[in-house]
Nanobody, 117 residues
């Protein structure tokens, strides 16, 4: 059974740092990622990483956030530096695996990140 459990969220001042972790069980996924959803806004991509280590980052977080994965530990990380109030959101871990002709998507329950000005 697939399970994704996020941790590491919290309250931080602008300019500070946080590290999110997502413990994944049940499979090794082709693509792991982090998405976020702020109040009143749609969920948006933050960063993704493939099994080969190729990363994609949203323009809004380039140079500040770093995604990484450790498949031996079954964990994906999001290192967040130079945090801004506009980074405040619920952050969701996502895992994708190629099924029969399509991607199968799995989500964690989310972890709140609040950045105060």
């Amino acid at each position: 059974q697939v399970q994704l459990v996020e941790s590491g969220g919290g309250l931080v001042q602008a300019g500070g740092s946080l590290r999110l972790s997502c413990a994944v069980s049940g499979s090794i996924f082709d693509i792991m990622g982090w998405y976020r959803q702020a109040p009143g806004k749609q969920r948006e991509l933050v960063a993704t990483i493939t099994r080969g280590g190729t990363t994609v980052n949203a323009d809004s977080v380039k140079g500040r956030f770093t995604i990484s994965r450790d498949d031996a530990k079954g964990t994906v990380y999001l290192e967040m530096n130079s945090l801004k109030p506009e980074d405040t959101a619920v952050y969701y871990c996502n895992a994708k695996i190629w099924g029969v002709g399509s991607w199968d998507d799995y989500w964690g329950q989310g972890t709140q990140v609040t950045v105060s000005s």
